[in-house]
C-alpha cells in the first residue's frame, strides 16, 4: 500500500508546528469519527496510542505494524479503497480549497449513505454469484469495467438489484434522482436521456454501454459515501 506521507490533512486541533504548507482542516463530524475509528484500530491491531497522535501528524514509522493501522482507519473512513489507493472521498476534502481544480477535474456526487450500504452488500453478493475480482468494487465506484461478459453481468447484477437499472438494461429515475441537488442538474438529464436511447441485442450489453456513456458524457461522476458510519 502506498503510504500518505505527502498529506497534510489535520483534526481541528492544534497538533504542534509543522511546516510551511497550508493545512486543510478536516470537517468535525469526519475527525471525530477518524478518532473513533483510529482507536479501534489501535486495538484491533494492538499498536501503541502514541500511533494515534503520529497518524493525525502523518508521521508513522517505516513498519508493518504501522502500515495496518494506516490502512485500517483510511478503508474504514473512505479515504482509500482496498487496493490502497487514495479515493475519490479523499479529494473531496480539497473541495473548498484553492488549489481544488488541480486536484480534480469533474465534481463528484456521492450515494446516500442508505444506498451506498445497499450497493456495497449487493456488489459482495454479486461478486461471489460472478466470481469476479475483488478489485470489481473499486471498478464498480470508478465504472472502469474490462469488456467482458463476466463483468456487465456483475455490473448488471449490482445496478438492477439496487434499482438503478431497469430489466433491459437502461438507467432508471432512481439513478437520475441522485444528481437532484447538483448544480449540474439539467446536463446530468440530457446526457442521461442521450446515453439512455441506446439498445442493444443483450440487455447486459446495453447496460454496460449505456453506464459507459454516461459515465464519459456525466459533467459530474458519481463517487461512494463520504465517509463510513
Known amino acids: 500500500m502506498n503510504r500518505l506521507l505527502m498529506l497534510y490533512v489535520m483534526l481541528p486541533v492544534a497538533l504542534g508546528k509543522m511546516d510551511t504548507r497550508p493545512v486543510v482542516y478536516l470537517p468535525k463530524d469526519l475527525s471525530d469519527f477518524m478518532a473513533k475509528t483510529a482507536f479501534r484500530c489501535m486495538i484491533k491491531l494492538r499498536t501503541p496510542s502514541s500511533m494515534v497522535k503520529r497518524f493525525f501528524e502523518i508521521k508513522l514509522q517505516d513498519d508493518d505494524l504501522s502500515r495496518e493501522f494506516l490502512y485500517c482507519v483510511c478503508y474504514t473512513t473512505y479515504l482509500a479503497d482496498e487496493d490502497g489507493h487514495l479515493s475519490e472521498a479523499m479529494l473531496r476534502l480539497f473541495d473548498d480549497n484553492e488549489h481544488a481544480e488541480a486536484v480534480q477535474k469533474r465534481p463528484v456526487v456521492h450515494l446516500p449513505k442508505d444506498l451506498g450500504d445497499l450497493m456495497a452488500k449487493t456488489t459482495y453478493d454479486c461478486m461471489l454469484i460472478f466470481r469476479t475480482p475483488s478489485s470489481a468494487i473499486k471498478h464498480l465506484y470508478e465504472l472502469k469495467f474490462p469488456d467482458d461478459e463476466v463483468t456487465k453481468q456483475f455490473l448488471f447484477c449490482v445496478c438492477y438489484t439496487t434499482y438503478l437499472a431497469d430489466e433491459e438494461g437502461h438507467l432508471t429515475e432512481t439513478m437520475l434522482r441522485l444528481f437532484d441537488d447538483s448544480d449540474y442538474e439539467e446536463d446530468v438529464k440530457k446526457v442521461f436521456e442521450s446515453c439512455n436511447k441506446i439498445k442493444r441485442r443483450k440487455s447486459i450489453r446495453t447496460l454496460y454501454d449505456v453506464v459507459k456513456c454516461f459515465h ?14
Do not use: D, M, W
Request: no cysteine; aromatic share 8%.
Open 216 to 229: 464519459e458524457n456525466s459533467p459530474v461522476i458519481l463517487g461512494p459515501p463520504l465517509i463510513r458510519y
